[in-house]
């Protein structure tokens, strides 16, 4: 096997072992990266010299702790110093963060090392990364059909190889779908278990940072660096974080899992109810208990999730004026028509759209109808949760209603588009872990299973999906891309 | 059933973004349909629920008053679009 295609533990034990060195890795990463991603379009920016420089460092240092060595990539919205960050909008093209985001930052720590920065949709508003404001990214597996969003370019870098693993954002799906499109392992944990400081925000209430890798165990690992309370970010928990690759034996006997019948729905494709129930009856030969159970309110989620959402964008993007940063239309004559012409020119479509939908929403006469309802909502939708998991240890759910579909397709009924997040937002109102694994394939393309767990409990989500993970091989397939 | 233009007007001003005409028809089109799909939330019973605006149960997290450091006030003026005598520059504002 080449280096670019290792996960992080065989490189941390290849270096730990000095059969390798980093610039080694790190050459093989950037020779992938240029060999694929003028097909894949994984990347917005590249910081080769950089990275080699840094791997240099860690040679001589001869120190191979942690992932000292090993290179990552970041989806456009996490701050890094000197490297332009842009969320993928015109509204930050030239933007150059002064300080770190904290998920990062103890990254850099153990001295990870960055690749670059992927594409996402503008703000991370999208389900297939085409609202990028500068390209589409394609998914490695079926190059006419996207990868998912919004970190759709996180997903398909970690897919096609070009890193070994990278860090996303998730708001109503956005790194469980796009890794469901993928084929790779992507988890969401709970709302507040790893800081969003130096994070770029979209919807606060439910924005969190996950992990995107090729299996089950590096997630766990990469999960434990970035995750714990940080005094940056009030909103993150002041909670131990337990050793998340400890508790991955195996074992689940006696293991409770629920399968929600909504999530089984006429919209969702047979192919992946399928996959999904084989992937039951998996957990049944691992020795758990599986049961089905209901979610009653889950149809109202996503109706509620596009009015708290775009609601807590409009006041978040309110500070992109033109003012301090960013975009400015410079012909305007006065301060107001140069915010509202800067806004005009410097936000596309989606991002419009969503901040028109939030600030209606929020406006007077319209506050108690939509956004409180939304809220009262969200409250039935937790409690179903709260519910099930008096009895069960996790949900297993499929991750999307379809596999990715064509580049192109969806882009021109919103609402559409929006359907995509219908089996993931649930989990954000409700602020709890969820993960997508790969459990099978349609057509050759790859199907997520979503497993969703109590709040905080990411260790036992860790510990379902290693027992399934280990027991199939879908973790082991790779996109062909027509290279070799 | 699509958003008046006159309402499509005013909620473009309150978020201070500029439209032309066939965006305005647009976006009462597309407002209209997703606000439509939002009504379904209204066929639910909510008189005695708590609203739910934050998943984790803190408030006021406080800590102690001391000074940390900040960003250089140079690298902070590089990302600004125009600025003058360590102040940013903006068009007539009255």
């Given at each position: 096997m080449e280096l670019f295609e290792l996960t992080v533990h065989a490189l941390q034990q290849k270096l730990a072992s000095r059969q390798v060195s980093s610039e080694e890795i790190v050459k093989s990463i950037f020779a992938r990266i240029n060999k694929v991603d003028d097909k894949v379009?994984?990347?917005?920016?590249?910081t080769e010299e950089d990275a080699l420089n840094k791997a240099r460092e860690v040679d001589n240092a001869g120190q191979y702790k942690g992932i000292a060595g090993i290179p990552l990539g970041l989806k456009d919205l996490f701050c890094t110093p000197g490297v332009n960050t842009t969320c993928g909008s015109k509204m930050l093209a030239d933007f150059v963060p002064t300080y770190a985001s904290t998920a990062f930052r103890r990254l850099e720590e153990q001295q990870g090392i960055l690749a670059g920065k992927l594409n996402m949709d503008e703000f991370a508003m999208g389900s297939s990364t085409e609202n990028s404001s500068f390209f589409a990214t394609c998914n490695p597996w079926d190059l006419t059909r996207v990868p998912g969003g919004s970190s759709g370019g996180s997903a398909a870098a970690v897919s096609a190889d070009e890193v070994p693993f990278s860090l996303g954002t998730d708001t109503g799906g956005s790194i469980r779908q796009p890794a469901s499109f993928c084929g790779v392992v992507g988890m969401k944990p709970?709302?507040?278990?790893?800081?969003?400081?130096g994070v770029i925000a979209f919807a606060s209430s439910l924005d969190q940072v996950g992990v995107i890798s090729k299996d089950v165990y590096d997630n766990a690992l990469i999960m434990k660096i970035i995750a714990g309370h940080d005094h940056l970010d009030s909103t993150s928990a002041a909670l131990d974080v337990p050793d998340y690759t400890a508790c991955l034996d195996g074992d689940i006997k006696g293991l409770r899992v629920a399968y929600p019948q909504e999530y089984f729905g006429s919209g969702v494709d047979a192919a992946i109810k399928d996959a999904i129930k084989k992937a039951l009856l998996k957990y049944e030969e691992l020795g758990a208990i599986v049961e089905e159970v209901s979610l009653p309110h889950s149809e109202y989620a996503l109706p509620a999730y596009y009015l708290v959402a775009p609601a807590e964008a409009s006041a978040n993007l309110a500070r992109f004026d033109g003012v301090r940063y960013g975009y400015r239309?410079?012909?305007?004559?006065?301060m107001e028509a140069m915010f509202s012409q800067t806004r005009c020119q410097g936000f596309g479509d989606e991002v419009k759209r969503r901040i028109m939908l939030g600030t209606y929403a929020l406006s007077s006469g319209y506050y108690d109808a939509y956004y409180l309802k939304a809220l009262k909502v969200r409250r039935l939708i937790a409690d179903d949760f709260t519910r099930v998991f008096k009895d069960f240890d996790i949900i297993v759910a499929p991750?999307?209603?379809?596999?990715a579909f064509k580049l192109g397709?969806?882009?021109?009924?919103p609402l559409t588009l929006y359907m995509n997040d219908i089996l993931t937002v649930p989990v954000n109102m409700a602020g709890l872990p969820g993960m997508s694994i790969p459990c099978g394939f349609d057509q050759g393309m790859p199907i997520g299973m979503q497993i969703i767990g109590k709040a905080f409990d990411e260790a036992t989500i860790y510990k379902a999906a290693y027992a399934y993970e280990q027991s199939t091989n879908f973790h082991t397939m790779k996109p062909a891309l027509g290279v070799e | 059933m699509a958003l008046t233009i006159a309402e499509v007007e005013h909620v473009a001003m309150l978020a201070r973004i500029s439209l032309n005409q066939s965006e305005k028809e647009q976006f009462a089109l597309e407002l209209g349909l997703v606000l439509n799909y939002a009504d379904r939330l209204k066929s639910l019973q909510t008189d005695n629920i708590q609203p739910l605006d934050h998943i984790l149960p803190v408030s006021n997290v406080f800590r102690e008053d001391v000074v940390i450091g900040s960003p250089d006030r140079e690298d902070m003026f590089a990302n600004a679009p125009m600025a003058e005598d360590g102040q940013y520059r903006v068009p007539k504002i009255i």
């Open positions: 379009k994984a990347f917005i920016t590249l709970t709302y507040g278990r790893v800081s969003r400081w239309d410079n012909e305007a004559e006065n991750t999307t209603p379809t596999t397709k969806q882009s021109g009924d | -």
